[in-house]
C-alpha cells in the first residue's frame, strides 16, 4: 500500500502543468457533472456564475492516465484558451472519480488572491513555510487599499480555503522561491474521501 501511494503521489506531481516545458431552482454548481467520451462541456470549467471561454474541449487528446482499475482518471490541459479574473491560465487538470468531475485545478500565470477574496469572503489561510507562519501570528492577514481588502503582501506560502456548499474553493500560492506557484482549485467536499475509498479497493 505504501508503494502505490508514493505511485500515485509522482503520479499527480506529473500531472500538473510544472513540468519542464417556493420551489427551490437546482443549482447547477451542485449537479454531479459527467464526462463525456468525446467532449468537455462549458460548464465543467466554469467558474462560479461566470461564462467559461473553453467551449467543447475534446479530451481524449488530454488524458493523462487511469488508475485503480479506471475508476480515477486525471487529464492534462496545457496552454487552454482561457483566463480567470483576466490571467492566464497555464494549464488545467481535471480529476474525474467513477466517471464525474470531482477536481480541477488552474495553474495561473498570477496570484488571484485578492480577486478571489473579494468575490468569497471570509476565508481560512494555512502557511507552509516558517515566514509565513511567523507572520500569521504576528502581523494582520487583510490590509485595507483603497477601500478594498487585501491580503499582507508579506504572506509567501500559503493556501486560502472557502467553503462553499458542495465544495472546497482554494487558492494556492508559494512566492518564497523563483519558481513561483499560483494554483487556483475547484473540489468536492468528498473528494478526499471517495479518493481514499477508490484507492484502498
Sequence with gaps: ????????????ALASC??????????????????????????????????DTLRGYELGKNLFGKFHKKRAEFYVIEHPNKTIYNRP????????????????????EEDISDDL????????????DTLTRTLLKSEKVIHSENQKKVLNKNLTNYELK????TKF?????D?????????YIEALK?????YKRIEAL
Design 190 to 194: 468528498d473528494y478526499n474521501s471517495k
Design 1 to 12: 500500500m505504501k508503494g502505490v501511494i508514493i505511485f500515485l503521489t509522482g503520479v499527480l
Design 117 to 128: 477574496i473579494h468575490s468569497y469572503g471570509n476565508f481560512t489561510i494555512k502557511g507552509y
Design 18 to 51: 510544472e513540468r519542464d516545458e417556493p420551489k427551490k431552482e437546482k443549482n447547477p454548481d451542485e449537479e454531479e457533472i459527467k464526462k463525456s467520451e468525446k467532449n468537455i462541456a462549458e460548464r465543467f470549467l466554469r467558474l462560479d456564475g461566470t461564462t
Design 162 to 165: 472557502w467553503d462553499r456548499n
Design 89 to 108: 491560465v497555464k494549464c488545467i487538470t481535471l480529476y474525474f472519480l467513477d466517471g464525474t468531475l470531482a477536481k480541477t485545478k488552474y495553474e495561473l
Design 175 to 183: 512566492k518564497s522561491t523563483t519558481k513561483k506557484r499560483f494554483e
Design 169 to 173: 474553493i482554494y487558492t494556492r500560492v
